[in-house]
């Protein structure tokens, strides 16, 4: 059956490629204007809506990321080419305060590493929150799957693993709470051992790849969530660099710089360009009925520069 599938999938993609080589290219639409099937039965996909900012002089894009709940690298990410120091008085910044939710069970936590954001469903319904997060970097990724908050604890004490300390030896076995103590003042342990959701006494690490492997939240953030979560709120940790999702009868895609373009805007506030895997095939299967309706103009320019926006990629009917 499996291998049914693959054959299928592979048809489609052939079938689907010379189909793009061959059609002309469909006009860009406005975000009010792509309409496609009446999807009014269906939840939104879409947390939040896009704002903007017109930069102080003494505006930084660190401030803004904090004060607008967004990550340091989605928000650089969203304003290619404004120095994230000083993007200057009058300097019109995109707050990309919109986002689509990743795949996944739409209960307790669900975090996507490749937008650094983390995803609270009310168990009673209500609206979905988005927080920003610090992951993993490079040498200590987090891990992906499914697990569950075990334990909570305020003001934590951090018993620094071994690993961390071969690599720091001037850190102590243990550091007690307080304001020298990396873990904030609020933690929820995970049924995977040594890794924690909690605050930070670097609010500036969180939308970066800078941790040992746990998830960093703002203390702000963790302070209004911590008391919303019992002990077996369920935890679900994906990889998502292309969300697709409908809102008000519209498809929209939300691509995200992956991990190792990450670390380029980091060090260099660019990135090299790289596919997305199985794009063709994920636009269409999402799609569904109106896949003749794709405008895949957009779709490349959205893969193109990941700025982390979701786009509406249907054309007018």
């Known amino acids: 059956m499996a291998k049914h599938n693959e054959q299928g999938r592979r048809q ?15 006009p860009r639409v406005g975000w009010a204007k792509a309409v496609g099937p009446k999807k009014t039965t269906s939840p939104s996909a879409l947390v939040g809506e896009i704002r903007h900012h017109t930069a102080l002089h003494e505006d930084t894009l660190l401030d803004l990321a904090r004060d607008n709940n967004l990550g340091y690298v989605e928000l650089v990410a969203a304003n290619p080419g404004d120095h994230p120091w000083i993007p200057g008085a009058g300097r019109r910044i995109v707050l990309p305060t919109a986002h689509l939710l990743p795949a996944g069970p739409r209960e307790g936590l669900l ?14 319904g209500g609206p979905v929150r988005s927080y920003p997060i610090g992951t993993g970097q490079e040498a200590w990724d987090t891990p992906t799957g499914t697990t569950k908050i075990v334990r909570k604890k305020r003001n934590p004490t951090w018993y620094v693993p071994k690993s961390i300390r071969e690599e720091n030896p001037e850190l102590p076995a243990i550091v007690p709470p307080g304001p020298d103590n990396p873990l904030g003042k609020h933690a929820l342990y995970l049924g995977w051992r040594s890794y924690l959701i909690h605050g930070t006494n670097n609010p500036w690490g969180v939308g970066r790849r800078v941790s040992h492997g746990c998830i960093r939240m703002y203390p702000e953030a963790i302070a209004e969530l911590f008391p919303k979560l019992p002990i077996g709120t369920p935890v679900t940790v994906v990889k998502q660099e292309m969300k697709l999702g409908w809102h008000n009868g519209t498809l929209f895609l939300e691509v995200h710089p992956n991990p190792a373009q990450q670390l380029e805007i980091e060090e260099k506030r660019e990135f090299s360009p790289e596919p997305v895997p199985e794009l063709i095939y994920r636009v269409a299967d999402a799609a569904g009925h109106a896949r003749q309706d794709i405008d895949w103009d957009r779709v490349n320019d959205a893969v193109a520069k990941r700025s982390g926006l979701p786009i509406p990629i249907l054309a007018t009917s």
């Open 12 to 26: 489609f993609f052939v079938a689907m490629s010379a189909a793009l080589a061959t059609a002309a290219i469909t």
């Open 111 to 124: 975090l996507n590493l490749t937008d650094q954001r983390l995803y609270y469903f009310p168990p009673h």
